[in-house]
């Protein structure tokens, strides 16, 4: 009794410890199965307390006949703005389940931003462009990020505590299953492997003898 | 049917030019045939690349029109509605834009979202990978039994959203199509569900039944070319789709590929024709140009062969030739040496003459058709003239002799010498007696041998002959004898009279006969008895021979016996005579042992110095004493080789034999030699004595005989008394025994035992009565 008594008293220490700590800097390297760095992956941290969500607002823009960026994050319920930066026209449209729509862009006529209130993955195309692509990732949590060219993800200021970690990249080869993530320390690191396919390349523009960009 | 050498050579040329054409016949048919299927198999090639081509042109054309279907927003739109009824509107009506049979749509995981038609989805799932790299797939699919090019193309949304699938059936129209294309018949077919195979073809309806029991074989060996003989096509198998139970069958009619083979095979048929033709004309021309003379020289040798007066084939210049002139040559020599083996023959070498075989020859035909005169001469005594003169000297007469009858005029029809000093000749026409007188006197005048003058006695035999009467043999016999005649005369013609002829032949026949005579019984033996006067009694008897001739009847023993001594014969006859006798005698030993018969001997038995050793033999053998044979002798015979004779007569008188001369006076001989003889006995001739009692003269000559012969020391014996009157002369003149058919003829055996007995009894009576 006494023992447990002594361990639930450690238990409790460990937890007022951590209670103590006010926040951390997590930092996440992503590889491929190759050991490479893997840019354009998407990390989201849901943890139990299941925060409101905050709503962001960013932009996906066409610029140079491409999506920019490639892949985007946000919570749900954020906005999403689609501003043409091309003389041409795009007709930039989704068939994705978490948001199906369709904008006419003109250029320099930006149309009214887009909310993406279901949690999901949001494939954008051109119809006018067909390689074009671009992902949005909507996420249950505020804690989402994509991974620099160096595969590296930082948060700065996270909530230490328990958290589930989500990986998903447009081109992985199989959905990977979440993990359990504890941060206790103040500054603390993690790193994950996702296999992609590596014959994929992000969408460009073709180089044509025509049209402009 | 291959003897002649015609047929040898054109069998040889044609079966060498057979040879070599069939030879480069086959060669040239064989590499032709060769390149004309390599030729075809490239044609394969390029109409399977063609056909590769066209099936890739129409899958890419396909292609194209799914991916901009894919590509279509609406469409994109109407399946990210996910609402079942307008993805299949959707689905039709796209379909049916872009003319396809088959319309599907499958959705990222591979599953069958909407189709035109119920079908499994494992088959077309396996091209999904496919896609990814290349944004569409295409291939043929066996599906619900038919074939489909299926072209399969991502829907993106950027991302894949579905799978659309559009198959377009590979049927008639696309094998007319790609025919049109490459020019060869197409059909397609599959590797399952051969029981009821269903070909999909652009070959007529007549050829599909043949080309489905080809099929095993021909898919059997992909992208191999296939040949069959009951199928007027070359195949080559394609597989179209990556499991190969799709099939396609490029066919290419064998008459186009084969056509220029055929061609080839039909000019090559026609050229060794015309060509066995031409070698055969050629060949019967040289064959004829070289068996004709061959066929001519060989009729040419047969002549020669036979003899026949054979004319030379013309001489050509080539080795025909050669051996033409070589048998003309040949022909000459044959000729030459025939001609002279002919003289060789015919002729005489030492007179030049013709010879006894060469008159035996011409003779004949002469003595058929024509009369004329046989004259056969020799030369009295050449024998003396050859030993004298000498062998070349006499030669050299007869040569004289040949020449004085060949020059004689008239001329002979020829001259011939016969053997050793005969000649003969013959005239064609009867000659007179003058002309024969003065061949005979042409012949007299002497012969000049070696400065020596010789004159010859020549003996001429005559025989004029008529056509067709006497042999060559008769003829010659005839001419023969008359000049024995001739000869016999001393010399001079003689003519051949008839029957002379017939005489020889008798006596011929006499001589062959009288061997077999001697042993087959015809002779026989008579004895004639002989009485003595003083006492009227009869102890011997004379032996006398006799032959009955089955065809000549009975023949004197005078003409037999003379015969036999001209023959040389006569010796058989003594022997026969004594050993007859002699067994005679020992038979009658015991009845009369006193009885003496005396055998009568010819010169020639005078002779032989073994005769008295012969007679010793023959008495021992017969146990008879030599005292019971008496020997008879001629007075001539002893005259003969008088000293030989009286050493003969010698010894046999010392054996105790009694000797005799008989036909004592006819001979020649001289009182001196009788004093010398060693006889017992004379026996004076018949001759003296048949008619001693009218004839004064022979019973002067008998007494004088008698009483020289008693004189002598003789035993006196009369021979032929045959009456009563002689006899009392020859008691007389004191003859001693008396021989004569008075008392008795010869009588055979059995008579003369009977006689004997009989004469005795009456000479008892007679004695009896005289007392």
Redesign the interface.
Known sequence: MKLALIASGLVVALISYASQLSAASLTINLTNQQQQPLADAVVELRSLSNPELKQQRIQVAQQALTFVPFVSAIPAGSVVEFPNLDKTRH?V?S?SPAK?FEIQLYADKPEAPITFDTPGIV?????IH????AYIYVSESNLVAVSDGAGQLNWPDIAPGGYQLYIWHPWQLADRQPTALDVVMPVQTAAYTLAVDL?QQK?QAPQRGFGSR | MFNSLRSKWISLLVVLLSLLMLLTGYATLKSMRANSLQQAELSLDVASKVFQQALDSRAAQLTNSVSLLA?D?GF??A??TAEQATIESVLQNHGSRINAQLALLLNPQGELLASSESIDTSDIRQLLPATL?SDAATDILLIDGKAYQLVLVPV????I?AWVGMGFLVDVPLAEQIKGITGLDISFTQLDNRANQQLTTTLPAETQSQLISKLDDIMRYPDATHFAADFSFITRGKVLDSEQRLWALLHMPDDRWLSSYQQLRRQLVEIFAFGLVLALIAAFLFARSISRPLSQLSHFARDIGQGNAAVPPTISQDEIGVLTSTLVNMQHSIAAREQQLRQQAEHDTLTGLLNRHAVEQRLPAILKTQRGTLLQLNIIQFKHINDTLGLANGDTLLQLLAQRLGHHQPAAAFCARLNGDEFLMLFNENLTEQQLVDLYNSLQPAYNIQNSLINLKIAIGIYPFEPGQVSASDALRRVDLAQENASQAGGGIAFYQSGQDETHQRELTIIRDLPEALNSGQLYVVYQPKVELASEQCHSAEALIRWQHPQLGFISPVEFIATAEHSGNISLITQWMLKTVVKQLAAWQADYPTLRIAVNLSAADLLDQNLPQQISTLLQQYQVPATALALEVTESAVMQDTSKVIANLNTLKAMAINLAIDDFGTGQSSLAYLKQLPVNEIKIDRAFVKDIETNSNDALIVNATVKLAHGLGFKVTAEGLENLAGLSYLKESGCDTVQGYFFSKPLATAEFSQWLTNFAATAKQTAELSE
């Open positions: 007709h449209y068939f199906q494939a954008l195309g051109c119809n067909d390689y074009m692509q014959s969408p | 590509a927003f994109r739109q399946i990210a790299g993106r949304a950027p991302v959203i």
